[in-house]
């Protein structure tokens, strides 16, 4: 049975994409001007003329098309790492039987507590000791397994993954591995499927690490380039923006063609939950 949406429920989605829309909207409007222009009051609310002009000046300034790529290495390294590390992990603590499981399950989930600040300087001074400061590594390594992703792994597989499976396969002849690969890895794709999406924006959007370990002139990702814009004694923030727009503008890109497919696994996996 479908229920039909009425007025006031178009109408409250229609508000909501408005206000999720308007700071992108807002950005290629601030892209798209001057200092001059973006200091009138009120603000001007439609596009100026050098939208162009700004976007080569942080391409060029920013040596964005390096940075592009390098943070599309970093984001999917990550992103496949954790999936494939969370799952298995997740797998082992939420259907396997091994000892201190439930221990170490909390020791996993207490790491999620420390603050990350904490570990910058022991983290740095091992990245320094294996000289892999300025480097892709130093970025994609510390971040291929996720506390978070375990936990999330984990809790979809208790209900999502039946015990009567695996016992079915392993009583076909299965390996561990075989179980995992057939069974486990096709029951667990839509939470896999979502936490690729988290993991990729949040590996895409991170500074805080990447502007320690990397540098501008060396191997930047798109946020460590970015603090290279608009510097001076005025800084012109237009080109700002015009950089920020580029450095948004391949996530929307991979959402649009693969936008049917995540919503799909999240629709899948709160049916199966």
């Known amino acids: ?49 050098n939208l162009p002009k700004n976007l080569g000046i ?43 499981k439930n221990v170490l399950l909390l020791l996993v989930i207490g790491t999620m507590m420390v603050p990350p600040q904490l570990s910058v300087v022991p983290l740095f001074m091992l990245i320094a000791e294996l000289s892999w400061t300025d480097q892709l590594q130093s970025v994609v390594l510390p971040a291929l397994v996720s506390a978070f992703g375990v936990f999330f792994m984990r809790q979809y597989l208790l209900e999502a993954l039946p015990v009567e499976l695996l016992e ?42 990447p502007i320690i370990a990397l540098t501008q002139n060396g191997s930047p990702t798109v946020q460590v380039a970015l603090t290279g814009l608009g510097r001076g004694y005025i800084p012109d923030q237009s080109v700002i923006m015009a950089g920020a727009l580029l450095g948004t503008l391949p996530l929307l890109l991979v959402f649009v063609a693969f936008g049917r497919q995540i919503v799909g696994g999240i629709m899948q996996g709160a049916v199966k939950g």
């Open 168 to 209: 079915a396969a392993r009583v076909d002849g299965a390996s561990g591995l075989r179980v995992v690969w057939h069974v486990v890895f096709p029951a667990a794709r839509p939470a896999m499927a979502v936490l690729a999406m988290l993991t990729f924006v949040m590996a895409w959007n991170d500074f805080f690490w």
């Open 58 to 100: 942080a391409w060029t300034d920013a040596n964005m098309g390096v940075a592009l790529l390098n943070t599309v290495i970093v984001a999917g390294t990550v992103a496949a790492g954790t999936v494939l590390f969370s799952t298995l992990a997740g797998f082992a603590f939420a259907k396997l039987r091994f000892r201190f």
């Open 1 to 49: 049975m479908r229920v039909r949406a009425g007025r006031m429920t178009y109408a409250v989605l229609i508000v909501f994409t408005v206000l999720s829309l308007f700071p992108l909207v807002w950005t290629a409007i601030a892209a798209s001007g001057t200092n001059g222009r973006l200091a009138r009051t009120p603000p001007p609310f439609w596009f100026g003329g």
